[in-house]
């Protein structure tokens, strides 16, 4: 197990056990509450796997009524609910809690509107990422925001850690591309956001639901903006003798107005793990590798590919090869999009990390990764969208032996450190989970995180919804605004804090 505590469970909560279980049948009946040990193993961890945790009981609700019904007893009973989607968050988001119920909303699989005119798809938050986009594309269209994870991973999680993915650079992250939303808050209550139009009265709730992480609320409905599929889209695979000569080209393309449809960079052991992975092509005598895609009306794509060329050589590019078909193309992504499960071949177990930095840091952020490997004696193959900033260091390490995962841990919490000592923040699109919840005190200072809980305990005055993850520290929500140690005498001493 990683060395991150959880707030220690509510033994009173537990010793009812039966009973919820016996209330959470009434609510969803049939094989909808699963409360064997051995069925609740699949359930026990998500992608960030050091962790694991059986739950208090999974509930596996089909309709919003359902839902509300859940979240409204565990509201007035006191317990605490963890929303789960496909459980592929790498920050530990989806972590059940020993005293909680698990609440799986992967049985809310329907697409349930395709709207063209409006361009909109409304779904059920259970929908893979990829499950929209295969709706639409047949009819000419897709999703915009693609993690390398969009096979497996729900619509629902995306919102709830504002996902992003190689298209992020051009076309935005989550955030920028849904329209509406269907919310249970932890009373029961059913509210409704957004919807197909671009813009709502008010203060703009959309977009703090999105990257809430299930601490606010449990999505029962999305309603995104789908985009028509570009004319022609070709990609550049271009090579450096230097990660450094290579974050300048990334500078130079976007200070030379250039925004294309993904720029990707990997280093040499990411590379050389990819290519031996799924045979991409990519040079093997090169330090850093960019992966450039343009997308639009061929002859703007012919033109920037031009540019982007020049922009390369000046750099000191040592290949640049472009696509000329369609397979081409997906050749050269084939190995940047299998470069986790690549690096997995080189090493028994590794930490993928997930922080951001102004662009022309890169070089200084790269250097520094290498001081830290030597100091903790791990190694690092770097994947990363290049374009935003969003770092993707791969901490290589060994379960096995004693002491290696603490040192993965301190080697990536030391990542994170620099990221936001260079004007970075700590996540760019995993979220904070529980990976990330103890830097945040690194990033924001007590008066913000304060401000920050003020707005958990607006919507959950509990704070029963995904607890132990995001926030360093656990306020009760009476206390906020109130906290003062005086000599060493802690207010509220029977708050967890953890
Ligand atoms: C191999 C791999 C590659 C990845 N690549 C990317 C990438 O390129 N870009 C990227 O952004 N991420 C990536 N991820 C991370 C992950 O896939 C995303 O964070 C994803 O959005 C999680 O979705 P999920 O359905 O698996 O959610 P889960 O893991 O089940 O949950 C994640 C969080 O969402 C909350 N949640 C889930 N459903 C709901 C709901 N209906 N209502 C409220 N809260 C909810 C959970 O409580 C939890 O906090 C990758 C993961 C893996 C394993």
């Known amino acids: 197990m990683g060395s991150i505590a959880m707030p220690k469970p509510d033994d009173a909560v537990i010793a009812r056990r039966q009973e919820i279980v016996k209330a959470l049948r009434a609510i969803v009946p049939g094989e909808g509450v699963i409360d064997a040990e051995e069925e609740m193993r699949v359930y026990e961890t998500d992608a960030l796997t050091a962790y694991r945790q059986l739950p208090l009981v999974v509930v596996l609700p089909d309709t919003v009524e359902q839902v509300a019904a859940v979240l409204r007893y565990c509201h007035e009973n006191e317990v605490k609910v963890v929303p789960r989607g496909a459980g592929t968050s790498l920050s530990g988001g989806a972590l059940p809690a020993a005293d909680g119920v698990l609440l799986s909303m992967m049985k809310f699989n329907r697409v349930l509107e395709i709207d063209y005119p409006n361009r909109a798809v409304v779904v059920q938050p259970g929908v893979t990422n990829l499950g929209i986009t295969r709706a639409v594309e047949g009819d000419g269209f897709y999703y915009a ?9 729900s619509i629902g999680g995306n ?12 076309y935005g992250l989550t955030t920028n591309n849904v329209l509406g ?34 601490l606010l609320g449990v999505v029962t409905e999305v309603t995104v903006r789908i985009l028509q599929k570009p004319e022609t889209a070709r990609a ?27 720029m990707e960079m990997m280093d040499k052991p990411a590379i050389h793990a990819a290519e031996d992975f799924v045979h991409a092509g990519y040079p093997r005598d090169v330090e850093a590798l960019l992966i ?6 061929e ?31 997906m050749t050269y992504w084939a190995g940047r999009k299998a470069a986790f499960p690549a690096v997995g071949r080189i090493s028994p177990d590794y930490l993928c990390m997930d922080g951001t930095i102004p662009r022309k840091a890169l070089p200084r952020v790269l250097a520094g990764m290498r001081e830290l490997g030597q100091k903790h004696g791990l190694r690092v193959a770097n994947v990363f969208h290049a374009g935003d900033g969003n770092l993707h260091p791969l901490i290589l390490y060994d379960a096995n032996n004693p002491g290696e995962l603490a040192a993965a841990e301190a080697f990536g919490a030391d990542i994170l450190l620099l990221c936001v000592e260079v004007g970075g923040v700590l996540t760019g699109e995993h979220g904070v989970g529980i990976e990330k919840r103890d ?10 995180l304060k401000q920050q809980q003020r707005v958990k305990c607006a ?15 656990l306020h009760r929500c009476a206390e906020l605004g109130r906290m003062h140690v005086s000599k060493g005498k802690l207010p509220f001493p029977d708050i967890p804090r953890f």
């Open 145 to 153: 925001p693609d993690p390398s994870s969009q096979i497996a991973c």
């Open 459 to 473: 919507f959950d005055e509990k704070q029963l919804l995904n607890p132990g993850k995001v926030f360093p520290v």
């Open 292 to 297: 450039v895609e343009l997308d639009g009306p």
């Open 236 to 262: 550049a695979l271009i090579g450096f003798p230097s990660s450094e000569e290579c974050g300048q080209c990334v500078a130079d393309i976007i200070g030379a107005g250039i925004i294309p449809g993904g």
């Open 439 to 448: 830097l945040m005190g690194a990033m924001f200072t007590e008066d913000d």
């Open 181 to 214: 939303l269907e919310m249970v808050l932890m009373t029961g209550e059913v509210i409704r956001i957004g919807g197909k139009h671009l813009d709502s009265e008010g203060y703009d709730f959309l977009a703090l639901m999105t990257g809430s992480e299930g």
């Open 299 to 329: 002859a703007e794509v012919d033109f920037l590919l031009s540019r982007i060329e020049e922009i390369a050589r000046a750099n000191k590019a040592s290949t640049i090869r472009v696509s000329h078909s369609e397979e081409e193309r």
């Open 159 to 170: 919102i709830a850690e504002n996902s992003g993915g190689v298209h992020s650079l051009k």
